[in-house]
RNA sequence: CGGGGCGUAGCGCAGCCUGGUUAGCGCGCCUGCCUUGGGCGCAGGAGGUCGGCGGUUCGAAUCCGCCCGCCCCGACCA
């Protein structure tokens, strides 16, 4: 492509919208533009590294034996209420309705079209198992869209499902999932870990996510160094820690000390000069509207959601001020286990404290000297916590680590979560109607160029891989009104297409710097540069994008060159087989 | 939804507090010359509902009210 006939609009300066890296460059670099809060168009250069993206993805998919289909975004929401998501999933899900004032939604996700179509279609065990998947648009309406692609409202995702006979059968395809999905970000050079994860509102038992490691990711991922445990913040289990005061000092008598107006940690903690560690934190919940009491040091954060698996229930939310003061007595921020009526469990981080500080079940009062077992009786314990970096693993108990993630993918194994809800059966092979069992695989395909650019850029612009990169080439005329030189450049052009290569020439009358600068912003991997001292003697100049560095080479050597580093750039990149299989 | 910030040319900004000719600057864009190894120089030029509506005023980008949009933090979330 003569960039005089491309459509590339580079930004000279940084639009004030942007602050993350990925948004900055991608806008800068003419790839993308904002339509609205969220929403975001394409332009011809970043549409064609998404295609890389989408061919990557769609290779390793059919390598694993999906089928490509491809399903409505308009959905009726009668297929909604039938999953009963129609209720449950919130403002995020785009409704409206049609001339006939039939509801409908956007898919922000295609659970229910593809359960639909599998219910009509696939009758027998003989059919199964079968997994299907697309690349779609798929719309969310966020709370807040943020950083570019990153986050936006209307995105592109591929979407996998498979169904199959039995639990055993759902694990396999889970697993040739996550190979591909490992295959996947492997190939787009991305420096990613799979986690175990919480499967939110898409329902299910099992899942994991597949994070790119990004200072800029959103998420918090926890690691063990030492056993390899790895998971998203909100599912990481912790470790035992050792009781954080048994042993330190004496118990003494349980008092009552008045604390007016003190509510939060901190405020009693500055009132009554103790550390937040001798708090301990009772945090009214409702576990399918049933309100419990759940205990927890005073410096550490609950997580809802481990208080949710160990309860088994649907919903856990924290307790309404008005539920709190009913089964409390008290307004919000004197809750205190002593004497409370209520089912109470605790994380393992209050077991043995001797002297905690505790609310009193009254207004403006609070305990101290409170004793674990003797003040209350010993609660139900378990690992209620949010874990940090710095806390035991909960599979080994060495210390874990924490680093900023973005979710790339994430898989579910759903079971018979949507199944059931719309009767997806099939007739096994005694003739009796059994319960497809269902696994869901997502990859955010824009997310994953944001992603991309994330880890790989620096002061100049974007390092694109060569896999996913928009041209492979660059060749750079430095005077363009020299006929020898325009000639040159014209030929390694030419001669490189044809070699099947995809280039791009700076045919336009810019400066030297000006075009070196763009080369650099767009993260074209290699580039060629002729200019007039060199050509002189029979040279130009290769430049590999990141490198400080040029070579040269004489000019008839050129192409054979670039053909050669960019076979050599390309195995490089590939993901070896070995690592896949563990 | 809570907190903070912003909306003036394609992009980045000044002007607003303290109302007053024709609303400025840099970059980009167009024309010409010059130049050609890291966004060069010179000359000329085009481009504006000052986010919208309403109000105050002789007069509003500027003051007041309402609304809309965008960004950041938080809550939330695949």
Redesign the pocket.
């Known amino acids: 492509m003569r960039m005089s006939q491309a459509f590339i609009p ?8 942007a ?2 890296a990925s ?1 900055l460059l991608l806008l800068r670099a003419g790839m993308i533009r ?1 339509l ?3 929403i975001y168009s394409v332009l011809p250069l970043g549409k064609r590294v998404l295609r890389k993206v989408e061919t990557i993805i769609r290779e390793e998919m059919d390598r694993a034996g999906a089928l490509e289909l491809y399903l409505p975004a308009v959905q009726p929401a009668e297929l909604w209420e039938e999953s009963g998501r129609w209720a449950k999933y919130g403002k ?1 899900l785009l409704r409206f309705q049609d001339r006939h004032e039939h509801s409908f939604c956007f898919g922000p ?1 295609h659970e229910e079209v593809i359960t639909d179509l599998v219910r009509h279609e696939i009758r027998s065990y003989r059919d199964l198992p079968r997994c299907f998947y697309q690349i779609q648009v ?1 719309f ?1 309406d ?6 570019g692609l990153i ?2 409202r209307e ?1 592109i ?1 591929k979407d996998a499902y498979s169904f199959d006979r039995d639990e055993a059968g759902a694990e396999q395809s889970y697993k040739l999932m996550v190979q591909a999905y490992e295959r996947i970000f492997t190939r787009m050079s991305l420096d990613f870990r799979m986690v175990q994860a ?1 499967a ?3 329902g299910g038992n099992f899942s994991h ?1 597949f994070m790119a490691l990004a200072d800029t990711g ?2 918090l991922i926890l690691f063990c160094d030492a056993c390899g445990y790895s998971a998203s913040q909100e599912r990481a289990e912790v470790g035992k820690t050792d009781p954080p005061s048994a042993g330190e000092e004496k118990e003494a008598p349980r008092e009552r000390v008045a604390t007016p107006g003190q509510r939060t940690v901190e405020e009693v903690c500055g009132f009554l000069k103790v550390e937040p560690r001798k708090l301990i934190k009772t945090l009214i919940v409702q576990a399918q509207g049933e309100p419990l009491a759940v205990l927890i040091r005073g410096d550490l954060e609950i997580n809802l959601n481990k208080v949710k698996r160990h309860l088994q229930a649907d919903s856990v939310e924290l307790a309404e001020p008005e539920t709190i003061e009913r089964v409390t007595g008290a307004p919000v921020g004197f809750a205190g286990p002593v004497g409370l009526k209520l089912k109470i469990l605790a994380d393992q981080s209050i077991r043995g404290i001797a002297r905690g500080v505790t609310g009193a079940n009254a207004a403006d009062f609070h305990f101290i000297n409170v004793k674990v077992g003797r003040d209350f009786p010993e609660p139900e314990y378990g690992d209620f916590r949010l874990a940090r970096g710095g806390d035991a693993c909960g599979k080994c108990g060495k210390t874990m680590r924490e680093m900023r993630g973005l ?1 790339l993918g ?1 898989t579910f194994k759903l079971g018979v979560k949507y199944t059931q809800a719309l009767q997806a059966t099939y007739l096994d092979p005694e003739g009796k109607e059994t319960l497809m069992v269902m696994g869901c695989y ?1 990859i ?1 395909v824009t ?1 994953a160029l944001a992603a991309i650019v994330e880890q790989s850029h620096d002061q ?1 612009g974007i390092i694109f891989p060569l896999a996913v990169a928009p041209y492979q080439v660059i060749v750079v005329p ?4 020299d006929d020898q030189i325009r000639e040159k450049a014209e030929e390694i052009y030419q001669k490189l297409t044809e070699a099947g290569l995809e280039v791009l020439l700076d045919d336009r ?6 075009k ?3 080369a ?2 767009l993260g074209i991997p290699f580039r060629i ?6 050509l002189a003697q029979g040279r130009v ?1 290769i ?1 590999r994008r990141g490198e400080k560095t ?1 070579q040269l080479e004489p000019a008839e050597m050129a192409c054979a060159r670039i053909t050669e580093l960019v076979a050599a750039a390309r195995a490089a990149e590939k993901p070896g087989d070995k690592t896949i299989d563990e």
């Open positions: 580079t930004l000279r300066e940084d639009p004030k919208e602050e993350v948004h904002k609205a809060a969220g995020e996700t798929k969310r966020e709370v807040r869209p943020r950083f986050r936006g995105f995702m919480e939110g509102n898409i996510e959103e998420d979710e994430h997502g955010g997310r100049d430095v005077e363009t009104a009358s810019e400066r030297a710097g000006a070196f600068k763009d650099d912003l540069t002729i200019g007039k001292r060199n100049e430049k040029a």
